[in-house]
């Protein structure tokens, strides 16, 4: 963990005030620069919801790569990446679409998000940069809905005093404990529906909703997406996607042996399966009735489980319709275990 530098006493900084939030900032190193960057960006980046039809899928991938790279930098944890040219072409392709929609909430997001991937970058601007991030943030907020920018300020200090206190923002809300405004919120929905709309936002909806709700733990598969190269992220959304699916494949056979392959099929640029043989199927006949008593055990006892418990259903669901599969008898069995030791 990274903490704050610096003798300003975070109860004086009005960082509604573009030199107080300068000054702070010099004092800070380029991690909490960009954290409290990100996460400011991270507030009003629905405001994508208010992009026509046109620009929607250019704005969105340039804001997305934008978001994912700061707040894989603010963690901290990689030396041998270089962070200049990661940020550069992020940051480049934001800059090249600045005045691409008229809409003016639209317009302080992507300073925001701009402002937010030079700091990334490195030089002696980065106060100016971060201090621009916040006040870009909250002109975004009080444009889009009329009022709600003081209460983004606020939740810029509370994460800045937060993180001071050496504590982990990341496996935090964006809001921390601040009640969302309303608009913001409906608004926050909003951007998702859309997002829900089109398979090839699947990833992008997940991860923001997951980084919103101070849930997204996958950091590794997150350091793999931001060095998809740059002709990818140039041809467009849907060619992001495919390489993303790709990805979150080797990353999950990586990470959990399956009970089939991943194949690619070049014609169609989808993949497939191969199912595994059970090796041993009298010993997968005698262990699912037992793991069968066992959940039956489970929810007779005083341990939070019980019949309408997820855990329990997809154990009983895979035991009563899939135990003639073993790909599917992997996955939920991995996955309730997972779930047991949080």
Not at 103 to 112: F, K, M, Y
Not at 190 to 207: A, G, M, N, T, V
Not at 297 to 325: E, I
Request: proline fraction near 4%.
């Amino acid at each position: 963990m990274v903490f704050v530098r610096g003798m300003v006493a975070m109860a004086e900084v009005d960082f509604s005030d573009f030199i107080q939030s300068k000054t702070w900032f010099e004092t800070q190193n380029t991690t909490t620069m960009t954290l409290v960057a990100n996460r400011a960006a991270l507030r009003v980046a629905a405001n994508l919801s208010f992009a026509s039809k046109e620009v929607f899928d250019v704005l969105t991938l340039a804001t997305m790569r934008s978001l994912i790279i700061t707040a894989v930098r603010a963690l901290d944890l990689r030396t041998d990446i270089n962070w200049t040219r990661i940020a550069s072409s992020a940051h480049a392709a934001i800059q090249n679409n600045l005045s691409i929609s008229p809409h003016p909430a639209i317009n302080s997001l992507l300073r925001t998000v701009a402002s937010s991937t030079a700091i990334c970058i490195g030089n002696s601007r980065s106060a100016d940069h971060s201090a621009q991030a916040i006040s870009s943030a909250r002109s975004s907020a009080h444009t889009a809905f009329y009022g709600t920018g003081s209460v983004h300020t606020f939740a810029v200090l509370r994460s800045s005093q937060i993180f001071s206190g050496g504590n982990n923002l990341n496996t935090m809300p964006i809001w921390l404990s601040i009640p969302v405004p309303s608009e913001i919120l409906g608004n926050h929905e909003q951007f998702l529906k859309r997002l829900s709309i089109d398979p090839k936002w699947s990833f992008w909806h997940d991860w923001y909703l997951a980084v919103w709700e101070g849930n997204f733990r996958n950091w590794k598969l997150a350091f793999k997406i931001i060095e998809i190269l740059d002709e990818i992220w140039n041809d467009g959304p849907e060619a992001v996607a495919t390489g993303i699916e790709r990805i979150q494949a080797e990353h999950f056979t990586n990470q959990h042996p399956l009970a089939e392959t991943i194949q690619l099929n070049p014609e169609t640029n989808r993949f497939y399966v191969t199912p595994t043989p059970i090796q041993n199927a009298p010993l997968i006949g005698t262990l699912l009735p037992r793991v069968q008593d066992s959940v039956e055990d489970a929810t007779l006892g005083n341990n939070g489980l019980n019949d309408q418990s997820r855990k329990v259903r997809v154990l009983s669901r895979t035991l009563t319709r899939y135990a003639n599969d073993p790909q599917r008898i992997e996955m939920d069995f991995t996955s309730v275990a997972v779930g047991l030791r949080r």
